[in-house]
């Protein structure tokens, strides 16, 4: 079956301890991202990667490192985690169309609490 | 900003009658698509229209696209109670390697 695997899906955590929220896919997709979704403010975006070795900042990327070592995989890393980093993230995948994104498939989403 | 607005913010209706949404957003884009997105999971893509595209449909799915008004709605028809959820609109632009969400109409249809 297509799909985006994350794990946690639920991860309680203390402020200052490093962790990591894993995704994988198996589709083959170039593009892949990280989401954090709150309320009132939507999705937005991480970071994004079009291919392997290569990522690049979304609209808010601080507190937050990726790496693209292999293509199935985009693991999402918090060095030292804070309580504003409390939310519910996404990665998803896409095929890429030139250099555009065609069409998201979306993990489950992990929702994180940093106390 | 391109950043899509999807208009209601909420909506609330009886099963068998027509649910719509808009999204209006603010550059070129190269597609727009529509997620829906139950409580808390993640969200399932619905459908894409390119910009040379008016109208789409999937099965009680429709789709119109106004790139000169820079606005979409989506339809669905005949709703269900297992339609209650939340739909956003997303836009990509030419060459331009984001996707933009707006912030979603939550929708309720009650039996």
């Known amino acids: 079956e297509a799909q985006v695997t994350q794990n946690p899906r639920y991860l309680i955590t203390v402020t200052g301890k490093k962790l990591t929220v894993t995704c994988s896919q198996n589709m083959n997709h170039e593009y892949m991202s990280w989401y954090r979704q709150d309320p009132g403010l939507g999705l937005r975006q991480i970071y994004y990667s079009m291919n392997v070795e290569v990522t690049d900042k979304g609209d808010v990327p601080e507190g937050y490192k990726v790496s693209r070592k292999e293509k199935r995989n985009f693991p999402l890393i918090l060095e030292s985690p804070s309580p504003n980093q409390t939310s519910l993230y996404f990665c998803?995948?896409?095929?890429?169309?030139?250099?555009?994104?065609?069409?998201?498939?979306f993990g489950s989403g992990t929702r994180l609490t940093v106390v | 900003s391109q950043q899509g607005e999807e208009d209601p913010q909420a909506l609330s209706i009886q099963e068998g009658e027509n649910a719509t949404m808009n999204c209006s957003y603010k550059t070129s884009i190269n597609n727009l698509q529509w997620y829906r997105q139950n409580s808390g999971r993640g969200l399932v893509h619905l459908i894409l229209i390119r910009s040379n595209e008016r109208e789409k449909h999937s099965g009680r799915l429709r789709v119109t696209l106004d790139t000169s008004k820079k606005s979409s709605s989506l339809l669905i028809t005949a709703s269900r109670a297992a339609d209650t959820a939340s739909y956003f609109c997303a836009t990509t632009a030419q060459n331009f390697n984001k996707f933009y969400f707006g912030s979603g109409t939550k929708l309720n249809v009650k039996p």
């Open positions: 998803a995948s896409s095929l890429l169309t030139g250099r555009t994104p065609y069409g998201y498939t």
